[in-house]
């Protein structure tokens, strides 16, 4: 009979935030129009990189890239975030979780290798700028991103393996707005030590290996714009640098905090506000950072919509 009592759950229930009720609608708005904001941003740089030919370097290349990987990233938990906090109904299967999971960790690994590939590509176009189009070649540059892609599949199959492989007799109440790595591995059944140390593990290959090359190309970098004679060009290039440094930390860091603390040590509140720092607010000011205040990326878009170009 104990055995019996022991059967796996079929479904869990994601309790989202811990608020008060009379705040769910205020809270349904407001990421409603953030989803909306995000999709309206990314995709519009999504398509003005693949219509304008102006852009077609590798730097938007890599931006368009990024925006598709945002969509793709918020799409996998946003919209059901805002089908719970409509209604009474917070539960989601064993499977859907198993999913959800999965193409989550895919694409997060995948976007923080991104950003190691994306800083190569300024290295080189600052400080071997005769032979940037040489060097970042098309060729080079789609291996680059499958490069990041085959690294994100394999990671977040081990992440997922790890933790599914543990088994999940009750309770089923995930303390969530997503089936996130950490906050599932608490209610398994069974010691997550082993988790603990893969976590940490793969934190290192999929969160710190890039940061640190991020650390190493920008030393050089900066090494390189502090010998740049015009004061107009350091700016620029300092300018293009911060950028993608102020993306880098508003992603990698609260990743990096979740994903590698020991399970014992998490805050299911504290936990929530890191995964909306890097699942929800990073994908919808990244288009702002990165593009939209740009003057390539709004030449493009007034010649897409027939609006008059200035030179």
């Not at 080079?140 to 999940?168: D, E, H, K, N, Q």
């Not at 209610?187 to 593990?201: G, W």
């Not at 440094?245 to 506000?273: L, R």
């Not at 890191?274 to 493009?300: E, G, H, M, Q, T």
Request: with cysteine.
């Amino acid at each position: 009979m104990q055995k019996l009592n022991q059967s796996f759950v079929s479904e869990f229930i994601l309790l989202g935030f811990s608020l008060d009720p009379r705040t769910t609608p205020l809270l349904f708005w407001i990421f409603l129009m953030i989803y909306l904001l995000i999709i309206l941003g990314n995709g519009l740089i999504t398509i003005l990189v693949c219509l304008d030919s102006h852009l077609h370097t590798p730097m938007y290349f890599f931006i368009g890239i990024l925006s598709m990987l945002d969509l793709g990233y918020t799409t996998t938990t946003v919209p059901q975030m805002l089908a719970h906090l409509a209604s009474q109904e917070k539960t989601i299967s064993f499977s859907s979780c198993v999913a959800q999971m999965y193409i989550f960790l895919v694409l997060g690994v995948t976007e923080s290798w991104l950003f190691a590939m994306m800083s190569i590509d300024r290295y080189v176009a600052i400080c071997h700028p005769l032979r940037y189009k040489v060097i970042m070649s098309p060729w080079l540059c789609g291996v680059m991103v499958i490069f990041c892609g085959l690294w994100g599949v394999i990671s977040a199959l081990v992440y997922t393996v790890f933790a599914m492989r543990l088994p999940y007799c009750g309770p089923n109440k995930i303390n969530h707005f997503f089936c996130e790595v950490p906050a599932v591995l608490k209610l398994a059944c069974a010691d997550t030590s082993l988790n603990d140390r893969v976590d940490f593990i793969l934190g290192f290959s999929v969160i710190l290996i890039p940061l640190s090359l991020i650390l190493i190309i920008y030393v050089n970098i900066f090494i390189t714009i502090l010998k740049i004679r015009s004061a107009q060009g350091r700016l620029k290039a300092f300018s293009t640098c911060a950028s993608h440094i102020t993306v880098v930390t508003m992603f990698c860091v609260p990743a990096m905090v979740m994903y590698m603390k020991p399970g014992s040590k998490a805050s299911p509140e504290e936990d929530k506000k890191l995964a909306l720092f890097y699942n929800v607010i990073s994908a919808f000011l990244n288009p702002i950072i990165y593009s939209l205040r740009n003057k390539d990326v709004k030449r493009a878009f007034l010649k897409v919509t027939g609006g008059k170009v200035t030179e």
